[in-house]
Structure formats: structure tokens, C-alpha cells
Antibody
Framework: QVQLQESGPGLVKPSETLSLTCTVS????????WSWIRQPAGKGLEWVGR???????RYNPSLESRLTLSVDTSKNQFTLKLSSVTAADTAVYYC??????????????WGQGIQVTVSS | DIQVTQSPSSLSASVGDTVIISCRTS??????LNWYQQKPGKAPKLLIY???NLQSGVPSRFSGSGFETDFTLTISSLHPEDCASYYC?????????FGQGTKLEIK
């Protein structure tokens, strides 16, 4: 079955760039949307953005100026880069596959999540 | 952005009860509404997509309904393992916003 696994540094210094990778197994990245969602400790879910296998991406406007999503179909991976991070970017970051139809999109399955802390 | 308001923020119910969680959107979204369950320390899990479609493997005691701006998730005959947080999400337009979540406690 399809499995996703986030990887990257768990600690990032303020003003630096957060970089995360999601590795997909059990499915090709082609012709599918892939998403990032984050969740600060004790809080709700925030949609970060999503990217199609062609590289076309949609971002949350609240993050758009600092966010870059990319995809590498040869490695079956997609990545998130968030620049100029602050403590407000501290969260568990999840990657997920987006199933899209004429009736909207839904995320399934999700990776286990990775805790990222922004601190000096 | 489409605002999603979920209620209640928390509730407590007994095994065997029926619980209803509501989700209201700031504009009509047809049936573009999903529901997720999240247990502590775990990733969210898809329960319902397109308002009322049960994801494969999800028990039939979970059901969803609604259209345009008002949606509900119903859990019939509550089981102890249903203790979790529940989130709705609209996928009518990006950003795909989530409700604030409902924390369900089993008495």
C-alpha cells in the first residue's frame, strides 16, 4: 500500500530555511497531487500547500512569500522549503497524498509526521 | 479564504451514545467537505470524503451529511476507540481550510 515518510532536521534556527522531504513508497508520484499540512502543539491543522507531479503548486497565502514546494519523480520524493522561519513555524509537519476528483480533494494516506522546532 | 467553523470544540459521551459534530463554512461549498479522525500522537486519518462517502475500512457507525454550508459527522453507537479529535476540511478552494477540531472524550 502507499506509504509516506517525512524526513529532515528537527531543529532549525530562526531566520533560516526549513527543508523537509517526503518519500513515497508503494506508488508513483506521477499524475497525483501531494500535500503538506502542519500542526502546532496542542492546536489544529493548517493546510500548507500542495503540488502536482508536473511541478504545479498551490500555496497557503499566509505562507506563500516564504514557501517553495518541489517534486522529484525520479526519487519518488517531494519537498518543502520554508524560509525566514520564526517560532510560529514550530509544528509537526505532515505530508499526504491528495486524491482529486470532480468532487474535490481529500488527503489519504498521511505520513507519520515530523516535529520541527524553531529555536536558537 | 473560506472559513470553517466546527462545533462543539469538545464533548463527552458514553459508550453506545450517538454524537453529532457540526461544521459550517463561510460560503457554499457544494459537497466538498471531508472529515478526519486524529488520535493523540498520530497522524490524521480520513473518515469521510465528499460530505458523505465512507472511506474504505472505516466502520459504518461513522456517517456524514450536508450540503453547501452546513455539514455533520455522526458517530452512532460510540465505541471506546472513538476517543479522538475530529476535523472537517473544505476542498472547494485553496487554501483547503480545516475546522478548529472537536475533542471527543468517552465517559
Amino acid at each position: 500500500q502507499v506509504q509516506l515518510q517525512e524526513s529532515g532536521p528537527g531543529l532549525v534556527k530562526p531566520s533560516e530555511t526549513l527543508s523537509l522531504t517526503c518519500t513515497v513508497s508503494g506508488a508513483s508520484l506521477r499524475n497525483i497531487y501531494w500535500s503538506w499540512i502542519r500542526q502546532p502543539a496542542g492546536k489544529g491543522l493548517e493546510w500548507v500547500g500542495r503540488i502536482y507531479s508536473s511541478g504545479s503548486a498551490r500555496y497557503n497565502p499566509s505562507l506563500e512569500s516564504r514557501l517553495t514546494l518541489s517534486v522529484d519523480t525520479s526519487k519518488n520524493q517531494f519537498t518543502l522549503k520554508l524560509s525566514s522561519v520564526t517560532a510560529a513555524d514550530t509544528a509537526v509537519y505532515y505530508c499526504a497524498r491528495d486524491v482529486s476528483s470532480g468532487w474535490g480533494s481529500w488527503s489519504d494516506p498521511w505520513g507519520q509526521g515530523i516535529q520541527v522546532t524553531v529555536s536558537s | 479564504d473560506i472559513q470553517v467553523t466546527q462545533s462543539p470544540s469538545s464533548l463527552s459521551a458514553s459508550v453506545g451514545d450517538t454524537v453529532i459534530i457540526s461544521c459550517r463554512t463561510s460560503q457554499g461549498i457544494n459537497r466538498y467537505l471531508n472529515w478526519y479522525q486524529q488520535k493523540p500522537g498520530k497522524a490524521p486519518k480520513l473518515l469521510i470524503y465528499v460530505a458523505s462517502n465512507l472511506q474504505s475500512g472505516v466502520p459504518s457507525r461513522f456517517s456524514g451529511s450536508g450540503f453547501e454550508t452546513d455539514f455533520t459527522l455522526t458517530i452512532s453507537s460510540l465505541h471506546p476507540e472513538d476517543c479522538a479529535s475530529y476535523y472537517c476540511q473544505q476542498s472547494y478552494g485553496t487554501p483547503y481550510t480545516f475546522g478548529q477540531g472537536t475533542k471527543l472524550e468517552i465517559k
